[in-house]
């Protein structure tokens, strides 16, 4: 009887054990074969997925590819096959690990069965020492074990990092954003700040020759055309280029030269694409870049805005829809603290009818802070954010109106009714004038002290009725206003009262904006000549260097450089 | 057959490499027109209430048939067998919820939100197991929760836990107990539910950071009896306290103690209180000396833990999502992170004010401020009483099952020769 016993036992011991093995060996083949499913997914998948991205990308530029829309469908339905097939997978895979795991633990609960352990009494020592001893150790390891937490606790409230959300006793806690000061020290809009084209850096370079590459610190080809104009910040420099169906954002490095990464603004499927009118001598990407040393905007001709960090990241895009714009949209783009503006002038119809608005965007995400109704019909010329008086304003100039909003809330603060045709030059501010120009006709002066509401009948300091540029920005100082036509007629009048000081006919045609850089002036033609000028009463050139390649873009400035943007290639001038 | 343990061990730390496919991926719906129609998105419905009363019914079953098995019955098998059960019904079959410790949660936020509305349910699960613990001991533990069934089942080779250990060890609970409670009751999380050890086995899907607390308790259990009921269960620490003054409680014996020490080895719970002697005369009045001085030192600990907890409560309150929502606001505001993510674009697209969002969230700092101090308060309480308790001499003239800490698995009643005696007589 007891050796039938024993055999039983022995045979249900080693049941026991075999099930557990059976067990063991399936959770092993199971385990290995969800580690290979997530090898497919986890690495495959993602692998393909971004070749599938890929292909849409493409598939945005051109459209009408049919054979890559069909490979992208192809690709993603597969895609789709197999992630669910890798997710049924691990559904049933874990299902059966699971029952092979309880089948492993009762097998093996079963088989310890066999061999209970006994009950043991081992020999009792002195019973009193033990009892004072064990609440001794209790105690002195609790205690150990509460400093510890407690230190650990210090611990993380000293060192941790916080981030304090605190409201202050004062107020509220307001967004923090790049100040205006901190604009003003760089070149982050077109012309530089407040888009008057006044350069306040110092040593800035007036000798180079492009040809023999004396000053020329770097020389990088820009893999995409466009008229738009560098904007700096440090030692990133931004720009865009773009054709029909490419449009790109450029960062360089100031210091080499380098392309460090180029952007793609993606543009959506729209069939009014193609029926956008751009003029040649405009392009799809005639707007400045701004940024605000964190981030960089660009808008293209299709009303395309993308927002990258530094590092080339796409924040956010917002597509605006294809512009009604005679020559094709070329205002740059401006900003106010949080804010990118945008001075989206479309359309042929004025007043309540008109489809114009000024917009601001946040930085940060692209969603519209404001939006402001702008009674003109399509223009060119770019938005400045200046400090007028003690004010930031926005200001604006279109047919028929000079605008001035309130940069903050999008309201508006004064207009004045004084301009006609296709307006392209930006407006500027010099001794607490407010200057806009009317193509080939006149240079009006705007006094912005007490402005308020309609100031067309009160404000307007002068006109002056002479030859004025279609393209070119002006520049000024507290005595004397320049004004540049395409065909290089310099006009120099005086501030105080619109009268002409002296006129020039400069050699060369030009399409960037002069600047001013302490007591010169640079002026750049669109041979790739610079004509540093005299600032006084009377046309004196000081120095004529060439760059030897055509220049369209106004010139970008930084401490002790120069950078411009010629046809095909980015230059960077100064001492070495 | 040592070596079995070990390889399972080994197994099933090789299966932690798997882990990462439980996760599961999801894909947005395709771009180009396909047959396929994608079915509108729906909510569950809500647990149909004859199902709510089917839970409501199977517990309060189990829990009288566990009491009676614990206490009448005495018998380790048949508590077994309706844990398997338990661990079928409210873990396998109700996937872990609805479950009496993650409860907690539910009943905390009941009582600071007057907007929270907690279901009948919850308040059941939460209140029948404390009453049938008031009345008759940890019948909820022995056979009812499928947390510590799974433990249960799984413990081979139980190793010593040593009081002091065991002690110090459980001041975890008590800090989990305290931060869940917290967080529920300011609305941040609940975090007992959140962290559930073994959800992932009931539903067999988890993220990969829970599989692996998973796997590792399970490996743990294999060793160490119910190492989470004992040092980290928040409700287990609540019963242990309700269990104190139970009316009935197990006892290893049916009738007389007759000393013959042979159950002294039978808890893998550490939960068998020997006899004790009287304390060496010597140590009298150094005792008395202690006892004064931790009695005097309590408001100090007390102190101690609400300068703490309110220290704490920034990064306590880091863990609610207005909170959350305002750092992370406050970091892309400040140029710190340029990109946004869903919860930030979200409140962009809300209109909602930052100003409202900062003020929103210091005042559920303030929160934080007051329930961090009154929860360091109370674990000060917690330390001064612990150690208060283990400055005493208890007296106790038998070998007993701990009040507390006793989760009545019957696993003693097999090694005491007076248990062995009753059955027979019974039989007979």
Redesign the interface.
């Known amino acids: 009887m007891n050796d039938l016993n024993a055999i039983n036992e022995r045979v249900s011991y080693q049941s026991a054990i075999g099930i557990a093995i059976v067990a063991a060996v399936f959770s092993i083949i199971i385990a290995a074969m969800l580690a290979a499913n997530v090898y497919s997914m986890k690495i495959h998948i993602p692998v393909r997925s971004a070749e599938l991205e890929k292909m849409k990308e493409q598939a945005k530029a051109n459209p009408t590819d049919q054979t890559l829309a069909n490979l992208i469908l192809e690709t993603d339905t597969q895609l789709r096959r197999d992630q669910f097939a890798g997710l049924y997978f691990v559904r049933r895979g874990t299902i059966l690990l699971v029952v092979t795991l309880v089948l492993l633990v009762g097998s093996t609960i079963w088989a310890v069965s066999h061999h209970p352990k006994a009950p043991e009494v081992t020999p009792q020592g002195d019973l009193k020492t033990h009892q004072v001893r064990q609440a001794s150790l209790t105690r002195t390891s609790f205690t150990i074990a509460v400093v510890v937490i407690c230190s650990g606790a210090l611990f993380w409230v000293l060192y941790a990092p916080q981030l304090d959300i605190d409201t202050d006793e004062d107020g509220p806690v307001v967004s923090l954003y790049t100040s205006m000061d901190a604009y003003e020290q760089q070149w982050p809009v077109f012309r530089g700040p407040g888009g008057f084209g006044i350069c306040n850096f110092k040593n800035i370079p007036d000798t180079w020759d492009g040809t023999s590459g004396d000053n020329i610190l770097w020389k990088t080809p820009i893999p995409l055309p466009g008229h738009n104009s560098p904007v700096v910040w440090d030692n990133r420099i931004f720009l865009t280029g773009a054709t029909e169906d490419k449009q790109q954002v450029f960062c360089f490095d100031a210091d080499s030269g380098e392309l460090l990464w180029t952007g793609d603004v993606p543009i959506p499927a729209n069939p009014a694409r193609e029926d956008m009118d751009i003029m040649e001598d405009t392009g799809y990407a005639a707007c400045t870049t701004v940024t605000d040393g964190k981030r960089v905007c660009a808008i293209f001709a299709g009303g395309d805005i993308g927002c990258f960090s530094f590092n080339g990241n796409l924040l956010w895009e917002k597509h605006l829809g294809i512009p009604d714009s005679m020559y094709g949209y070329a205002a740059s783009l401006t900003a106010y603290e949080n804010m990118v503006i945008i001075q989206w002038d479309v359309g042929y119809d004025e007043g309540d009818e008109s489809k114009s608005k000024l917009i601001a965007l946040d930085w940060q995400t692209g969603n519209s802070v404001w939006e402001t109704h702008r009674p003109v019909v399509n223009s060119w010329p770019s938005p400045t954010v200046a400090k007028v008086g003690d004010v930031y304003q926005a200001l604006t100039c279109s047919n028929p109106f000079v605008i001035a909003y309130d940069p903050a809330t999008g309201n508006e603060l004064y207009r004045a009714e004084c301009l006609s045709g296709d307006i392209a030059s930006t407006p500027i501010v010099a001794d607490n004038k407010l200057f806009a120009i009317e193509p080939y006709n006149k240079l009006v002066a705007i006094n912005t002290e007490n402005a308020s509401g309609d100031i067309t009948e009160t404000h307007i300091l002068w006109e002056t009725e002479e030859e004025m540029p279609d393209i070119c920005s002006p520049v000024a100082n507290d005595q004397y206003i320049w004004t540049l036509v395409t065909q290089g007629l310099l006009g120099c009048y005086n501030v105080t009262d619109g009268t002409q000081v002296y006129t020039h006919q400069m050699d060369g045609d030009f399409q960037a904006s002069p600047t001013l850089v302490g007591d010169a002036m640079y002026l750049l033609s669109e041979k790739g000549t610079m004509f540093i000028i005299a600032t006084g009463p009377e046309y004196k050139e000081i120095k004529r260097n060439e760059l030897g390649e055509k220049c369209y873009a106004s010139p970008a400035f930084g401490p002790g450089r120069i950078y411009i943007r010629a046809e095909e290639h980015l230059y960077a001038i100064g001492a070495e | 057959?040592n070596r079995?343990?070990r390889?399972?061990i080994v197994?099933?730390l090789?299966?932690l490499?798997?882990v990462?496919?439980?996760s599961?991926?999801r894909?947005p719906p395709?771009?180009?027109e396909?047959d396929h129609t994608i079915p509108t998105a729906t909510q569950p419905s809500a647990r149909s209430v004859g199902f709510e009363i089917l839970d409501v019914a199977v517990l309060t079953a189990a829990l009288s048939l566990a009491s009676w098995l614990v206490l009448k019955k005495r018998s380790r098998r048949w508590i077994v067998v309706l844990m398997l059960f338990s661990l079928v019904y409210f873990g396998f079959w109700r996937k872990g919820c609805i479950c009496s410790i993650g409860a907690i949660g539910n009943v905390t936020l009941a009582i600071f939100d007057s907007n929270y509305a907690i279901p009948w349910v919850m308040l059941l699960f939460f209140f029948l197991p404390l009453l049938f613990t008031l009345f008759f001991g940890r019948s909820f533990c022995a056979a009812v929760c499928p947390l510590g069934a799974v433990q249960d089942?799984?413990l081979?080779r139980p190793l010593e836990i040593?009081?002091?250990?065991e002690?110090?060890l459980r001041?975890l609970a008590w800090?989990y107990l305290s931060v869940a409670v917290l967080l529920a009751a300011t609305g941040s999380a609940f975090v007992i539910c959140r962290y559930d050890p073994f959800v992932a086995?009931f539903r067999?899907?988890a993220n990969p950071a829970i599989w692996i607390i998973s796997f590792s308790m399970l490996i743990i259990a294999i060793f160490v009896g119910r190492p989470y009921c004992r040092f980290l269960c928040p409700y287990g620490l609540i019963l242990r306290q309700v269990g104190r003054i139970s009316k009935f409680r197990v006892t290893i014996t049916p009738d007389e103690c007759i000393h013959?020490?042979?159950?002294?080895?039978?808890c893998p719970f550490g939960a068998i209180e020997k006899p004790?002697?009287?304390?060496?005369r010597t140590?009298y009045p150094r005792g008395r000396r202690r006892l004064i001085t931790l009695i005097c030192l309590l408001p100090v600990f007390i102190a101690?833990g609400i300068w703490?907890g309110h220290?704490?409560h920034?990064?306590l309150a880091?863990n609610h999502p207005v909170?959350q929502l305002?750092?992370r606001v406050?970091?892309?505001?400040?140029?710190v992170h340029?990109?946004?993510i869903d919860m930030?674009?979200a409140f962009?697209?809300s209109g909602q004010t930052?100003?409202h969002l900062?003020?929103s969230?210091?005042q559920v700092?303030s929160q934080f401020a007051l329930g961090s101090a009154i929860m360091g308060g109370f674990l000060g309480l917690v330390?001064g009483g612990?150690?208060l308790t283990?400055?005493i001499?208890w007296k106790r003239a038998e070998y007993e099952a701990h009040r507390a800490g006793c989760v009545a698995c019957g696993r003693c009643y097999n090694?005491c020769p007076r248990h062995r005696k009753w059955l027979k007589d019974k039989k007979v």
């Open positions: 057959m079995l343990p390889i399972s197994l099933l090789w299966l490499c798997t990462p496919a439980m599961i991926q894909f395709p771009e180009f396909t089942v799984v081979l040593v009081p002091w250990l002690t110090t001041l800090l086995f067999f899907s013959c020490r042979l159950c002294e080895g039978a004790t002697v009287e304390w060496p140590e101690a703490i220290a704490l920034p990064k880091a909170v305002a750092q406050k970091l892309e505001q400040t140029g340029l990109e946004t930030s674009k962009y697209s930052l100003e900062y003020a969230a210091d700092s330390i612990t150690l283990h400055s001499f090694y």
